[in-house]
């Protein structure tokens, strides 16, 4: 048996206690495919995003923020879609099979995946640079899944949790090797970069009722541009209204913090829009969602984006992270 | 608008035809993932196979064949299930974003893609070493896919196609640069090797017949070997009943050809059981498929693989191809 059939043995083995809590798995990893009952009633939902060593995460990256990560930003993609995750799989390529790796990769994608009832039923183990990716597949009921282009002018504008800090993190995870240890708010933000959490409670509260909804990944203004294009408006940001953590502002302080707040990558927190005669209806909804959102602004007829400090026009750049660019 | 997201663009118009005619694609390419519809009483059959530079083509090796083999590859998967393809998604890792690989690198994979009605609906590009996932999605009737772990001692084994083609032909590709132009029966090797053709047709053929399944992706020894070992078995085959193409004969001589049919990767050809008193009916389910089966040996209770050739053993390397071992 070669290596990397020993690495399919072992996540095999690894995800065995979730495929069977879910009871719909057929056939997990160890055929040519997975086989899947699909509840009835029910549309698909599926996401495939890759993580590559040096463009996504750094050569030295922790393998459990690998495994987390390689996860949670496909697990995001179905939060945006307001959908019950159910499998994932996993195609992995890596230089050495190394259980130096493997074993704190697998704990780290699994950790995460045992917390939203996902189980791990196939995949493919290779050799070649580092690169991971997976594909997530969820449920939503027929005619309830958010999407990016059904917003309105005047569509009130929310972001969840504090966008900002994974860039910060990422940031103090780059000079790590120059600083010394990290205080209680650094490890705060290293910690945003490397395990975001997906927004799947949260998506999941706003089926039925977000007009909008896309995950931020290449940054605020990015990706609410892209949700305020998807829709035939522009958006109007107030900086001022954003939520910013105290680690952030404490980090680099709140100029900066604003800007990471804005163009940052890899918050993986979700921007959605809702009709404004529905404020209190998803305030009502989200007692029970354990995270944060704020309403930073509102859709607008005239295209294009936005973006004011009390009063003041801030430019940024609204391209968002592109990794040919910046690799 | 980055490159990555012209690509994503790019992908988006080339696929749409595919996507209209389906009719089950609620959301595609463009939004956080991609929102289908499930036909009611089937089951889901998920695969999701890489293709790295380097390890599973030459680098040299044409685009559009990179483009077609990362489908096919999945798409054998889902035959090896008896599976019907329906949707695929594609996560594209390329150093840059070059028209010239692109166009036949889609074109590639999407004249494939349309062959069997399968519609590219999602997806990630991003920039990094040149690797190809792709994630295919089918269905098969509740109950009826194919496994690896059902066949019993008795059960004939066959193979389809002509297994040994694609390992000649891959030995062609490399020796090109030193070689002169190829004759046609070399054009024939190389087409196997780059253009292979996945069994959709056949394994629905064999839905509800075929004891158990397997893709000949390492080789058939290995293939049949674990085919043989999942369904607790070992297994018989006599060499001389391994259907050689003339083309492979002619390159690479009888005995050559035999170790290629037993040996060689790439192939893509369906390796299955049926039990043998089921033989009269698998020829008249045939009859339709345009792709020949041949009997080639049977499972049997000792555990093991064992090939003959006119009574005496052959002995070959069943381990099949390992990623780690050759890279």
């Given at each position: 048996m070669g290596e990397f059939e020993l690495i399919e043995c072992y996540f095999r083995a690894a995800a065995q206690g979730l495929v069977s809590q879910r009871g719909d798995v057929i056939l997990g990893i160890g055929d040519d495919a997975a086989l899947l009952d699909m509840p009835a009633d029910r549309q698909l939902v599926a996401a495939l995003d890759t993580l590559v060593e040096g463009r996504h995460?750094?050569?030295?990256?922790?393998p459990a923020s690998i495994g987390h990560r390689a996860l949670a930003v496909n697990l995001s993609d179905l939060a945006a879609m307001g959908a019950d995750p159910a499998w994932c799989l996993l195609a992995l390529t890596l230089p050495r099979a190394e259980p130096s790796f493997l074993q704190p990769f697998s704990d780290g994608l699994l950790a995460l995946a045992r917390r939203y009832g996902v189980a791990l039923v196939g995949g493919d183990t290779t050799g070649g640079p580092l690169s991971v990716s997976v594909q997530a597949l969820g449920f939503v009921p027929p005619g309830t899944a958010l999407r990016r282009d059904a917003g309105r002018a005047g569509d009130l504008l929310y972001v969840s949790g504090t966008p900002g800090d994974a860039a910060a993190g990422l940031a103090l995870l780059q000079a790590a090797a120059a600083a010394g240890p990290a205080d209680a708010q650094q490890q705060y933000l290293l910690q945003r970069f490397l395990y975001p959490e997906p927004r799947i409670e949260l998506g999941r509260a706003l089926r039925?009722?977000?007009s909008a909804c896309i995950d931020v990944s290449d940054g605020l203004v990015a990706d609410a541009g892209k949700l305020a294009v998807a829709s035939g408006c522009g958006a109007a940001i107030d900086a001022a209204q954003l939520p910013l953590s105290d680690a952030l502002i404490h980090a680099v302080g709140t100029e900066q913090a604003v800007l990471h707040a804005l163009t940052g990558g890899d918050d993986y927190e979700l921007c959605f829009t809702v009709p404004a005669a529905r404020r209190a209806e998803l305030e009502a909804r989200l007692t029970n969602v354990k995270c944060r959102v704020t309403c930073i602004g509102l859709l607008e007829k005239q295209s294009g984006l936005r973006v004011t400090r009390n009063g003041a026009a801030i430019h940024c750049d609204t391209r968002g992270y592109d990794h040919f660019r910046t690799g």
């Open positions: 995460f750094p050569a030295d990256c922790a039925g009722l977000a």
